[in-house]
């Protein structure tokens, strides 16, 4: 009985925090709206609060240091965690080609105020933390725990969504359809690195390495 109980309030608790997240993020329909990072937090926050209501032990977890190691050595994992750098990569020349130089300077716009990019140190913890954050929300969170509802992909597909659709800044409508895509399949790539290691924690090395790699192509090469 006290699963049964526990299990409801995890299913409530998961529509409810996936669902403030939506909404918040709809707000990006204004561009400049800030409202919508607070998404991340709401995920974070709701991740830690189903997994001490459902009582889920460390060894099932969404978020484990301990299994690093062997979650990285599950088939394919490497692999598609690498994947992300060099969709980056594309996505900066081919978007750079299409739009003439100015895809570039759009993705700079849209994060300079998050990232700052003068101090090296200090920009490199941001995209860290910002990037295990994201993790924690939208895969711990918002796929791995949806995915106890509702079908994996159908979590995959809204998540990403919703992500991507966070990362709406005002441009040009094709130059923002463009980079909006490429989060979403980029997010779309973060889900199925969850679902093969059942580890946020690795989908985030993934993202950090991928944000990394794509930075240091922009300051190198753009």
Not at 5 to 23: D, E
Not at 71 to 82: E, R, T
Not at 100 to 114: D, L, P, W, Y
């Amino acid at each position: 009985m006290k699963n049964q109980r526990a299990n409801k309030k995890s299913i409530v608790l998961t529509m409810t925090g996936a669902a403030i997240m939506i909404l918040l993020t709809v707000t990006k329909i204004v561009p400049s709206s800030n409202i919508a990072g607070y998404s991340v937090f709401v995920g974070i926050a709701f991740f830690f609060i189903v997994e001490a209501v459902s009582k889920t032990p460390n060894a099932k977890s969404g978020l484990r240091i301990s299994t690093i190691v062997e979650d990285m050595k599950k088939p394919g994992v490497i692999a598609w965690v690498l994947l992300p750098s060099v969709s980056g990569i594309v996505t900066l020349v081919v978007g750079n080609l299409i739009f003439s130089g100015e895809f570039v300077a759009h993705v700079m716009g849209r994060t300079s105020s998050i990232l700052s990019f003068d101090k090296t140190a200090l920009l490199i913890g941001q995209v860290i933390i910002g990037a295990f954050g994201e993790e924690i929300a939208y895969r711990g969170f918002f796929l791995g725990k949806g995915a106890k509802i509702f079908p994996f992909w159908l979590c995959a597909v809204v998540s990403s969504a919703v992500f991507a659709a966070g990362h709406i800044a005002a441009g040009n409508t094709g130059l923002v359809a463009y980079d909006v895509t490429a989060v979403f399949i980029d997010s779309l790539i973060f889900s199925v690195i969850y679902h093969k290691s059942g580890n946020c924690v690795i989908s985030t090395l993934s993202h950090i390495l991928g944000n990394a790699v794509s930075l240091i192509a922009v300051f190198l090469f753009f």
